[in-house]
């Protein structure tokens, strides 16, 4: 299956304006995110347990991750990675997404940054959009204890 073409600027954008205003790290705020579904309507995630959370975890404990459960479990990328890792396999649109988020993810050893690419399986993308001009497309199958 070809990959989809990216979101247009503009659309990135759209969906950056209905954002909340980019998070002030250590202060508590959630992290909110815009991401467009296969039927073109925009979805809304926003950082906290909710039914994805669990599902982190255990795609994680399916990949051999050596520390579990992860603090960033309840991450708006890390849950949409989630649920595109469940939904994929039905629906080959849910296998590559753009994310716009009012807080870029997060770095080190079990940060979304590096477990992004555990969390969605191989074949499947994720481009995230963040504050400050963050954009990184992060590739599936590849836990970075494997590496």
């Known amino acids: 299956m070809a990959e989809p073409p990216p979101l247009p600027p503009d659309q990135v954008e759209a969906l950056r304006r209905d954002l909340p205003p980019t998070v002030i790290g250590g ?4 992290t909110h995110g ?6 073109g309507s925009t979805q809304r995630e926003v950082s906290g347990r909710d039914e994805w959370t669990p599902k982190v975890n255990a795609a994680l404990a399916a990949e051999g991750c050596p520390r579990l459960p992860v603090i960033t479990e309840a991450d708006v990328e890390l849950k949409l990675a989630a649920r595109m890792r469940e ?14 988020l009012n807080y870029a993810p997060c770095e080190g050893p079990f940060g979304c940054d590096s477990l992004l690419p555990a969390v969605l ?3 499947y993308t994720l481009a995230v959009h963040g504050p400050d001009g963050y ?13």
């Open 34 to 39: 815009r991401w467009v579904a296969p039927d």
């Open 121 to 123: 399986p191989e074949g």
């Open 135 to 147: 954009y990184k497309k992060f590739t599936g199958g590849k836990p970075p204890w494997r590496r």
């Open 27 to 30: 202060t508590g705020q959630k």
């Open 87 to 100: 939904q994929g396999a039905a629906d080959p649109a849910m296998r590559q997404l753009t994310l716009v």
